[in-house]
């Protein structure tokens, strides 16, 4: 009976390759978790969050003005670029600044500027990207300005979050506005970034404390935050005492 029903199987795995190809039906011992982390440049943020961004998935990042967001993400970008993969910044709200980028240590060369005329054109770019299968990073900023841009953000992200696992092409969502379901639910991580207050010499603001909380983490817990000091003279940062 047990002979039977391996045959049977066997002869049902069959079909479903011929029909389907070798990837409809594989064991779950191919699936291995291959999830990697680009750093974010600040050790104990690093270690609140396993080891930094994950590869081939969605991040978000979002804050109010001041509140290190930007930053944070720029110095992420320059620490992927320290790792070989290029960088692809889309800037919905033309906010950009390559000084301040380079200043954050980043390679304006190994970086690559989109500005699209809506979501659905940033997400079309974001997904031809993943679909090459080269290792990067992809930063969407200012992603909630362009109005009722939600349904189709929703839309996008679930066509992208595939593409990305498979090949390895990481996403970091800025949004410094309104909260967003879509992202809440396709992204894998999700930080706040704070303000805490103004780092000082003598009369001259130098930086500031930045706390960044942890909102959602798939492979992790929540609820917890880490202090990290931002200085505008060197923009990599210090950690915080």
């Keep these: 009976m047990v002979e039977d029903q391996s045959t049977q199987l066997k002869k049902a795995l069959a079909e479903i390759h011929q029909r389907w190809g070798n990837e409809a039906l594989r064991p ?4 291995k978790p291959q999830t990697t982390y680009i750093p974010t440049g600040y050790p104990t943020l690093d270690s609140l969050i396993n080891g930094g961004i994950p590869c081939g998935r969605i991040t978000e990042i979002n804050g109010s003005p001041t509140s290190g967001m930007t930053t944070l993400t720029m110095n992420i970008i320059a620490q992927a670029q320290g790792l070989g993969r290029i960088g692809i910044y889309v800037d919905f709200a033309g906010v950009f600044d390559a000084d301040y980028a380079v200043h954050c240590g980043l390679q304006l060369e190994g970086l690559l500027i989109a500005r699209p005329l809506d979501t659905a054109s940033a ?3 974001l997904q031809i990207v993943a679909d090459t299968g080269g290792a990067g990073i992809s930063v969407l900023d200012h992603i909630m300005v362009i109005p009722h841009s939600e349904r189709i953000l929703g839309g996008g992200l679930r066509r992208l979050s595939p593409a990305l696992r498979q090949s390895g092409f990481t996403a970091l969502l800025l949004n410094p506005g309104q909260p967003s379901p879509a992202l809440a639910q396709h992204a894998a991580l999700r930080l706040t970034c704070e303000n805490q207050g103004w780092i000082e010499q003598g009369r001259d ?9 942890v909102l959602k983490m798939l492979w992790g817990k929540v609820d917890r935050w880490v202090d990290i000091d931002v200085m505008l003279d060197n923009a990599a940062g210090e950690e915080a005492a």
């Design 123 to 125: 997400m079309d770019v």
């Design 28 to 31: 779950a011992s191919s699936l």
């Design 205 to 213: 603001i130098v930086g500031y404390h930045v706390r960044v909380s």
